[in-house]
């Protein structure tokens, strides 16, 4: 499943976090808090598809996707797209204008991409002491160098600089994808080993000293981490796939007969059912299902695996909820809408995307208001 000095003038302040593991591991006080997805945001940054790197049937297949999140997601909150060059700007805009989604709340950045998956090595948005917005830069090397990843590595960099906000560089400190961590907006970070303390991430790493990079970067003192499976997709087990924060008192997941099906160990399910919060208090449990069936795309090829629910993305006024034309659609989207009654739940048909082990959480990022 399937992310300085003080420059002049526009440019950002970037503070480089260049420490060892060791140094880090001894430090305790919390520098940053990462904002809870739910919290009202600026915008929502996607990476668009392109022909540049899988070839123009492949970016093709995808477009509607896009469409959609962004029709979806522009009409409460900004929606800032990543086109891989100028020519693929206009062929966006073009698209968008015949589906009539209004361009009034969309902007473009002009960036090369190595692929769409903005939540793992796109900018993660954290406020400091203050409550000042800065930009995050954690580490991405294409899930442990299974895929292309320098371009897709510069891009909080590039975005931190367009918008004038502080850098601060954790390339040399952990790799670390979006998808991999879970955050309550109340001190819990929920993870799996296998895809963070994994020897082609993070060699030599410890616990320990992961958990501490995470309190001080992240504002994370209350742990939850779950093995996990490392080699069994490219991801070694994002933890967005199957377990995620609803709010601060919910995990939302699936049954323990889905969670095998998604080969969940069988011990990482006992704990991600019976995880507790900072205060010691146990979560409330939402489970939803699997897709009734194995997913097949729009253009008739069978993955022969089913679809998970759990990877949607919580918009300003919206719930973007990966579908798949499967009878499990409507049950799932009914759960979720009742976990969020003050939001519409919109299914996205990610039929086409679920071929490439991604659904909507792994191509959305937030920026918090």
């Given at each position: 499943m399937k992310k300085m000095l003080c420059l002049i003038l526009a440019l950002p302040l970037m503070v480089s976090a260049q420490k060892n593991q060791s140094q880090l591991s001894k430090g305790n006080e919390i520098l940053y808090t990462m904002p809870e997805e739910s919290e009202l945001h600026e915008g929502t940054w996607l990476q668009w598809p392109h022909e540049y790197q899988y070839g123009e049937t492949f970016s093709n297949r995808l477009d509607d996707v896009w469409i959609a999140m962004t029709e979806s997601l522009a009409a409460d909150e900004k929606v800032h797209i990543i086109a891989y060059n100028e020519e693929e700007k206009e062929k966006i805009k073009e698209m968008l204008h015949e589906a009539n989604v209004s361009l009034a709340n969309v902007d473009f950045y002009i960036y090369p991409t190595d692929d769409f998956w903005v939540r793992d090595n796109g900018p993660i948005y954290v406020r400091d002491k203050t409550g000042k917005l800065i930009i995050e830069d954690w580490g991405f090397n294409g899930w442990g160098k299974k895929a292309e990843f320098t371009n897709c590595n510069a891009i909080p960099s590039?975005?931190?600089?367009?918008?004038?906000?502080?850098?601060?560089?954790?390339?040399?400190?952990?790799?670390?994808?979006?998808?991999?961590?879970?955050?309550?907006?109340?001190?819990?970070?929920?993870?799996?080993?296998?895809?963070?303390?994994?020897?082609?991430?993070?060699?030599?790493?410890?616990?320990?000293?992961?958990?501490?990079?995470?309190?001080?970067?992240?504002?994370?003192?209350?742990?939850?981490w779950l093995n996990g499976k490392a080699g069994l997709e490219i991801t070694d087990m994002h933890i967005d796939g199957?377990?995620?924060?609803?709010?601060?008192?919910?995990?939302?997941?699936?049954?323990?007969?889905?969670?095998?099906?998604?080969?969940?160990?069988?011990?990482?399910?006992?704990?991600?059912?019976?995880?507790?919060?900072k205060s010691g208090k146990p979560y409330r449990i939402v489970k939803l299902p699997l897709t009734k069936n194995t997913v097949t795309t729009a253009y008739g090829k069978k993955l022969g695996y089913k679809g998970s629910y759990v990877n949607y993305y919580i918009g300003n006024k919206v719930v973007l909820v990966p579908n798949y034309q499967d009878s499990n659609d409507a049950v799932a989207n009914a759960?979720?809408?009742?976990?969020?009654p003050a939001r519409e739940v919109i299914g996205i048909d990610v039929r086409n995307l679920y071929a490439n082990g991604g659904m909507i959480h792994c191509v959305t990022q937030q920026q918090p208001k």
């Open positions: 590039k975005i931190a600089r367009a918008q004038g906000k502080t850098l601060i560089d954790l390339n040399s400190v952990m790799v670390n994808e979006g998808g991999a961590i879970e955050i309550d907006g109340n001190g819990t970070l929920l993870a799996t080993k296998s895809a963070i303390l994994n020897a082609n991430r993070n060699p030599g790493m410890s616990q320990g000293e992961a958990e501490a990079i995470f309190r001080k970067y992240l504002g994370a003192t209350n742990f939850i199957f377990a995620r924060f609803g709010n601060s008192s919910t995990l939302v997941t699936m049954s323990a007969d889905d969670l095998a099906d998604w080969q969940v160990p069988d011990n990482d399910i006992d704990k991600l059912y019976l995880a507790k919060n759960i979720i809408q009742k976990l969020y």
